[in-house]
């Protein structure tokens, strides 16, 4: 299975400002995805990110707010900008991969916005 | 709209068999049956998937009704380190399509 890591694994940030969360996968994806837990919930898929092609978005996530970079095949961010405390969250990246067409989840980077 | 329906949490004892169940009667012919779980706010762990077949891995056994409406994940001998979220998810596969995860099941492991 890959293997994901995700940076910084956690980050406590002032309410205004914009953080960039990094994805880095030990093999090359065709597709990547970043997902939104918040506080109790689910996941929610944020967006699809697949290399040379522009990040397509779920319904009621924008690329403003959410803006997504996938230059290469191991490699991706998301950055969460203009941050409110609502956006306290646990950000997941995840990728397709193997034969069986598995889907498999980075550990996570736990976002609160004070 | 939820594809799959999991009771909102379950108990096992340790050292027992936990039994999960998910129903999915409207799952597809193309449709595979996936299982995962997440222990306290860690990115969610593959732990099996299947079709129609029983499914058996070193984590646990996936068994699919023959009318594929329903399927049980079976943990054979639960430790408390498998108290998780476990979440049951149908997918087309080899269809660049994505996971979507309703609320799962808590299971909580008893000592």
């Known amino acids: 299975s890959a293997v994901i890591s995700q940076k910084p694994s956690r980050d406590i940030c002032q309410r205004g400002t914009s953080l960039t969360i990094q994805c880095q996968v030990d093999?090359?994806?065709?597709?990547m995805f970043w997902y939104r837990q918040q506080p109790g919930q689910s996941l929610t898929l944020i967006a699809t990110a697949n290399q040379g092609s522009e990040a397509t978005y779920e319904s009621g996530f924008v690329i403003d707010k959410f803006p997504i970079s996938r230059p290469n095949l191991t490699f991706s961010t998301l950055t969460v900008s203009n941050m409110s405390p609502e956006d306290s969250s646990i950000y997941l990246c995840s990728v397709l991969q193997g034969e069986t067409d598995t889907q498999y989840f980075g550990p996570g980077t736990r976002l609160t916005v004070l | 709209d939820a594809k799959t329906t999991q009771p909102p949490s379950m108990d096992c004892a340790e050292g027992r068999a936990a039994n999960l169940p998910c129903n999915h009667s409207t799952i597809s012919g193309n449709e595979y049956v996936y299982w995962y779980r997440q222990i306290h706010s860690q990115g969610p762990q593959y732990i099996i998937h299947?079709?129609?077949n029983n499914e058996t891995n070193e984590m646990a056994s996936l068994i699919i009704t023959e009318d594929r409406k329903s399927s049980t994940l079976i943990l054979p001998h639960a430790t408390l380190r498998d108290t998780a979220v476990y979440y049951c998810?149908?997918?087309?596969?080899?269809?660049?399509?994505?996971?979507?995860f309703g609320t799962g099941t808590r299971l909580t492991i008893i000592p």
């Open positions: 093999s090359q994806v065709t597709m």
């Open positions: 299947g079709l129609k």
């Open positions: 998810i149908v997918r087309v596969i080899f269809g660049n399509e994505k996971l979507t």
